[in-house]
Antibody
Framework: EVRLLESGGGLVQPGGSLRLSCAASGFTFSSFAMSWVRQAPGKGLEWVSSISISGGNTYYADSVKGRFTVSRDTSKSTLFLQLNSLRAEDTAVYYC????????????WGQGTLVSVSS | QSALTQPRSVSGSPGQSVTISCTGTSSDVGGYDYVSWYQQHPGKAPQLMIRNVNRRPSGVPDRFSGSKSGNTASLTISGLQAEDEGDYYCSSYAGSNGVVFGGGTRLTVL
């Protein structure tokens, strides 16, 4: 059974940083590209970032480019998202997901971790 | 404002069919056959229902079907069931802009 377990969310002040993790199990992590998708409270889905199988190619939404960094550790079957210079509009549930293609579609999803940016 | 335009809500009675539209541009929906549809129940993670315009992942009932014409994609649910109620999102690959989503459609089964 595919399992994706996000962690690392929490309350942070504007301008602060967080590091999200996504622990994968039940499939060959090294064979799939991965993505992060977020959902602000009561709002729709927004693609955030994707990373290739090798980790050599990364992709970002314009809204987070230069502030967020995606990475992966194949030895630990874990996906990461480093969030810097956080803003109030980054408040959302962050989901990690497996990718069937290069950046999408998103086949399996975790349950999400909530990031709240507020002073 | 979302990149792709969906109706805010649709409704139908059990057994009926409903169609949800998703309108984009030639830079996303119209330019690639990489339209996906996701179902989301309250408090739950989204679930992939359709990929590559009209392909159903394993386990998705064949009541769900997708299509595309020009810059508009559509999701049709036939034989509506109570468990189909929820939010539906379309998405499209958008080249250098990555992936864009629609604003979501709330489906109510009357």
């Amino acid at each position: 059974e595919v399992r994706l377990l996000e962690s690392g969310g929490g309350l942070v002040q504007p301008g602060g940083s967080l590091r999200l993790s996504c622990a994968a199990s039940g499939f060959t992590f090294s064979s799939f590209a991965m993505s992060w998708v977020r959902q602000a409270p009561g709002k729709g889905l927004e693609w955030v970032s994707s990373i290739s199988i090798s980790g050599g190619n990364t992709y970002y939404a314009d809204s987070v480019k230069g502030r967020f960094t995606v990475s992966r550790d194949t030895s630990k079957s874990t996906l990461f998202l480093q969030l810097n210079s956080l803003r109030a509009e980054d408040t959302a549930v962050y989901y990690c997901a497996t990718v069937l293609g290069t950046v999408d579609p998103f086949e399996y999803w975790g349950q999400g971790t909530l990031v709240s940016v507020s002073s | 404002q979302s990149a792709l335009t969906q109706p805010r809500s649709v409704s139908g009675s059990p057994g009926q069919s409903v169609t949800i539209s998703c309108t984009g541009t030639s830079s996303d929906v119209g330019g690639y056959d990489y339209v996906s549809w996701y179902q989301q129940h309250p408090g739950k993670a989204p679930q992939l229902m359709i990929r590559n315009v009209n392909r159903r992942p394993s386990g998705v009932p064949d009541r769900f079907s997708g299509s595309k014409s020009g810059n508009t994609a559509s999701l049709t649910i036939s034989g509506l069931q109570a468990e189909d109620e929820g939010d539906y999102y379309c998405s499209s690959y958008a080249g250098s802009n990555g992936v864009v989503f629609g604003g979501g459609t709330r489906l109510t089964v009357l």
